[in-house]
T-cell receptor, first 114, second 114 residues
Framework: EADIYQTPRYLVIGTGKKITLECSQT?????MYWYQQDPGMELHLIHY???????EKGDLSSESTVSRIRTEHFPLTLESARPSHTSQYLC?????????????FGNGTRLTVT | KNQVEQSPQSLIILEGKNCTLQ??????????LRWYKQDTGRGPVSLTI?????NTKSNGRYTATLDADTKQSSLHITASQLSDSASYIC?????????????FGRGTQLTVWP
């Protein structure tokens, strides 16, 4: 069972709203990631963190921001949601950098912006 | 261009039958290849990891093979069960170090019918 938790599971909001997607893990992993997944498409890395106070943008350009104030918590924020942000967002963590150990994924947040 | 291609895109089989999913990659350098299983509405879960020197690895009814020369991997599922219905994602890492990145396939959607 996953030791990484994402809330909310589903979110429908209007354009222009500010939202925060929560992600917490209890495994003590330093490495954490946010991926975007659209139906039938590959996962795209949008943010990652090596540890506390470390955040970087990933391969896919995103208007979202992240923070890492505590090891276990890695929230993602959209200041002004748009319909193009509609997607599934997956949070993950790993013991080593992403290639060196398996990723542990949360169950995702499915975001719909109307 | 580093890519991961999976086939077939979708597959329907009857319960109890075997099936094989394919993954071809052009990622270089190569560090390892993982197969993930993603149930509907859940995050991906790691099934197996294959490194350059490994040809075959089993995890219960799942057997992964790797041919590093032809850059091909397969995932064979024996005696399928209804719970095997899921998307199977092939992920290739170009390095295990902090500098490495992951390349995701789009997945094969497997449906097992009773």
């Amino acid at each position: 069972e996953a030791d990484i938790y994402q809330t909310p599971r589903y979110l429908v909001i209007g354009t222009g709203k500010k939202i925060t997607l929560e992600c917490s893990q209890t495994m003590g992993h330093d490495k954490m990631y946010w991926y975007q997944q659209d139906p039938g498409m590959e996962l795209h890395l949008i943010h990652y963190s090596y540890g506390v106070n470390s955040t970087e943008k990933g391969d896919l350009s995103s208007e979202s921001t992240v923070s890492r104030i505590r090891t276990e918590h890695f929230p993602l924020t959209l200041e002004s949601a748009r319909p193009s942000h509609t997607s599934q967002y997956l949070c993950a963590s790993s013991e080593k950098w992403q290639g060196g150990s398996p990723l542990h994924f949360g169950n995702g947040t499915r975001l719909t912006v109307t | 261009k580093n890519q991961v291609e999976q086939s077939p895109q979708s597959l329907i089989i009857l319960e109890g039958k075997n099936c094989t999913l394919q993954c071809n990659y052009t990622v270089s350098p190569f560090s390892n290849l993982r197969w993930y299983k993603q149930d509907t509405g859940r995050g991906p879960v790691s099934l197996t990891i294959m490194t350059f020197s490994e040809n075959t690895k089993s995890n219960g009814r799942y057997t992964a093979t790797l041919d590093a020369d032809t850059k091909q991997s397969s995932l064979h599922i024996t005696a399928s069960q209804l719970s095997d219905s899921a998307s199977y994602i092939c992920v290739v890492s170009d390095r295990g170090s902090t500098l490495g990145r992951l390349y995701f396939g789009r997945g094969t959607q497997l449906t097992v019918w009773p």
